[in-house]
């Protein structure tokens, strides 16, 4: 039997609803570009470096397991040593764990564009990324203005300052650094939310995302996101630097006052370390804003950003071991216990046997 002539013109029809059309195609094609280009961004990193081969990968792998190696061993070695077990070591010890956070934020996506040559991220890696750099850097600031609170303490209240500072307080001027840090950077944030992505090429000639390229990303009303971090970034950096600034001038002028030469001496030593960290946190910092950075070169402007996210966390455990004695010695006993020193034979068996390892 044939096909009713009918059935026969109105299948063409059918065969043509059924399958999908080539402009419908089209649409899903570039809509799916379109969420790839939104969606995925390029970090740049240190192209200029390409040439160098592995030598700029190897130079910043050393950085970071020197900084992340340093910090896990003063924040062990005031873990285990209890005369250690004091506000001033306290606060050193979140500082550590800070400066772990901090660099690991950035320096392993770094090593990897140099191996990759560029970095594609998407734009909620990007917006973490961020976000976990702005907060740690903002309690990084309100850190050190409570290290520099407590030694004002220790220092101008002697009497008093084991009442004053006390764990409570301890504890809440570390929780209230961090919880502080976290939520100013949340809000600013939350700002971009609304905002459309503008269109265009998505690379970004940095190697992290900072503040001013994850702004750029950004089509609309952004006065109010750019307004707001920067307000809240200028205030959590020179309020805390403010505080510090009193606090050291307060013992500058009780310093000569103490009696003994031996109390000058030790009270010069406790702050040594911590003003020489604030100096180079705040020094960097400062050379950053103040250096017009906009009509530099791509490498220099890189450059610059490498002092205070690269250099810095890995200078600072340095300088303690280094300026501090109690922390250098704290170290040393700590080094004895992890790699005990050379026995003899005759005394291997008694090491063994024995559950306490000399320094």
């Not at 990084?140 to 101008?156: P, Q, V």
Request: proline letters at 7%; a positive charge.
């Amino acid at each position: 039997m044939g096909t009713p002539p009918t059935f026969q013109k109105s299948l063409p029809g059918m065969v043509l609803l059924l399958m999908p059309s080539q402009d419908c195609q089209r649409r899903k094609q570039s809509s799916g570009d379109s969420e790839n280009q939104t969606t995925w961004l390029i970090l740049v990193g240190f192209r200029e470096l390409q040439h160098l081969g592995f030598l700029p990968f190897i130079f910043f792998l050393a950085i970071y397991v020197v900084t992340v190696g340093g910090n896990v061993l003063i924040a062990l070695a005031v873990a285990s040593s209890r005369t250690l077990h004091t506000p001033m070591y306290f606060f050193l010890c979140h500082f550590s764990l800070l400066e772990i956070g901090y660099t690991s934020n950035i320096v392993p996506q770094l090593l990897w564009s140099f191996l990759e040559g560029r970095e594609a991220i998407s734009l909620v890696s990007c917006l973490v990324q961020f976000y976990m750099f702005a907060s740690l850097a903002a309690t990084e600031c309100l850190l050190l203005s409570a290290m520099s609170y407590d030694r004002y303490l220790a220092i101008c209240h002697p009497l008093h300052y084991t009442a004053l500072m006390s764990t409570c307080l301890c504890g809440c001027l570390a929780a209230g650094a961090w919880f502080s840090g976290f939520s100013f950077s949340a809000f600013t944030l939350t700002l971009a939310a609304p905002l459309p992505l503008c269109p265009g090429s998505r690379e970004i000639d940095r190697y992290f995302c900072d503040f001013a390229p994850v702004t750029g990303l950004f089509c609309g009303d952004v006065a109010a996101m750019w307004g707001a971090g920067v307000s809240i970034s200028g205030f959590l950096t020179v309020a805390p630097f403010l505080l510090i600034v009193a606090s050291y001038a307060f013992i500058l002028r009780t310093v000569p006052q103490i009696p003994s030469g031996h109390g000058r001496e030790k009270a010069f030593s406790t702050c040594s370390s911590h003003l020489s960290v604030v100096g180079v946190f705040y020094g960097t910092l400062i050379v950053v804003c103040v250096a017009p950075t906009d009509h530099m070169p791509p490498l220099l402007r890189k450059a610059f950003s490498v002092f205070y996210t690269v250099f810095t966390p890995m200078v600072n455990p340095i300088i303690y071991s280094l300026k501090n004695q109690q922390v250098n010695g704290a170290l040393h006993r700590l080094w004895g216990k992890l790699i005990p020193r050379h026995t003899p034979p005759r005394e291997m068996g008694q090491l063994l046997t024995s559950s306490w390892i000399p320094a």
